[in-house]
């Protein structure tokens, strides 16, 4: 079978799916029944985990692994601040939801072009963390595609997470 073509994404490229696609992610009321799912129906079996707080008090975790090229991203979120990560979760029982697409932005002229399109195109910001120092994100909503649209610009300690991500 011939291999499939791969062509590496344009860096400068406009247009809000048109940047270098590096994640996909799911948000989860059960992270360790989600990480099971994902280990035994679908193969990806070595993760790593991080913990902390929203920006509203709440606690989020979030489970990573590298598989078939790209990051894949758990995400279970509770307390105060959790409602942009469960507003796709059902009430009362165990759910796995498609949340957003990623795509990395690598450089400094990259994330201003970025800014730019946002502005532009008129594109609502749901979400935002913009520290400077380890990962800037804008989550965009793309009502027509039923998820949002994540875009990261990682910092040194960022890449150094995204390359300690174990791969399945």
Known sequence: ??????????????????????????VTNDLDKAVETFTRRYGVDDFT???GATPGGGQIKVAFAWAGGQILEI?????????????????????????HLGFVIHDEAGWKQLEQELKDGDWPIAFSTLSGDFIDAYYIKAPELGH????????????QFYNAVPVS
């Open 49 to 51: 985990f991080i913990e």
């Open 148 to 159: 949002y649209l994540e875009y990261v610009r990682p910092f040194e300690a960022g890449n």
């Open 75 to 99: 995400i279970q979120c509770s307390g105060p601040g959790s409602e942009f990560y469960n507003e796709m979760l059902p009430e009362g029982e165990f759910a796995i939801r498609f949340h």
């Open 1 to 26: 079978m011939p291999d499939m073509i791969k062509r590496e994404a344009v860096p400068a490229a406009s247009g809000m799916l048109c940047k270098e696609h590096s994640h996909s992610a799911w």
